[in-house]
């Protein structure tokens, strides 16, 4: 796993094998310096399973994000937007401003802020892009919403690209999809429950529903 960002701030836990790379400034004549997209090529140099790209401020971030995205890479990035469609329309619009059809290679975006009562930060919107038929534009599709009313989060549309995505490498059909998610949901309502939320135990009970799948769902279901 390699990390790409102006200035060091993801963490991870500490077993995963994690490269971080930092953008580096130059001198006053410009020599020496490292820029994101130096950072990318040389990323994809190392071969890495998954990639991830800091904050996206500027077109040079996004236009690293969706290199490495059509690499073939699994990638993951952050950027400043309340909700699934102002993050869209942020990386459309000036001075972003993407084509549509490159957005084609983001499959989700979830954004997230900060509960003020509370405290804490709260996923609000998980949702997918989906390109048209003729692949020249995008729309955003919203899968689940959280309903502060009721302080919970409820599915609003069906998923389209995650299921066919799914069928298409897995070879799954609806049902075995819809029982592996709800197997994943329980152990996520496991971790909620034991107060397991550090990054270092939440990353080692998702080692383990891969690895040693029965021994972990036999110590939920106790």
Do not use: C
């Amino acid at each position: 796993m390699i990390s790409i960002e102006q200035t060091r701030e993801i963490t991870l836990p500490s077993y995963l094998q994690w490269v971080p790379m930092v953008v580096r400034e130059g001198g006053r004549d410009g020599r020496g310096s490292v820029s994101m997209l130096d950072l990318m090529v040389n990323s994809l140099r190392m071969r890495p399973d998954r990639i991830i790209v800091g904050e996206i401020r500027r077109a040079e971030e996004a236009e690293v994000l969706f290199e490495a995205m059509h690499t073939g890479h699994s990638v993951y990035a952050t950027m400043h937007a309340e909700t699934v469609f102002e993050t869209f329309k942020r990386l459309v619009s000036p001075p972003i401003e993407l084509p549509e059809v490159v957005l084609e290679s983001l499959h989700f975006v979830l954004s997230m802020y900060r509960d003020r009562r509370s405290g804490i930060r709260r996923v609000f919107e998980i949702g997918e892009l989906i390109p048209s038929e003729k692949g020249e534009s995008v729309r955003a599709n919203i899968v689940y919403r959280w309903r502060s009313s009721r302080d919970k989060i409820e599915e609003e549309n069906p998923s389209v690209r995650m299921l066919e995505t799914l069928r298409t490498y897995t070879r799954m059909d609806d049902d075995e999809i819809k029982a592996s998610i709800k197997e994943r949901a329980k152990v996520l309502h496991y971790l909620a429950d034991k107060r397991i939320n550090s990054v270092e135990e939440v990353g080692k009970t998702i080692v383990q529903y891969y690895e040693d799948h029965d021994s972990l769902m036999k110590k939920i279901a106790k």
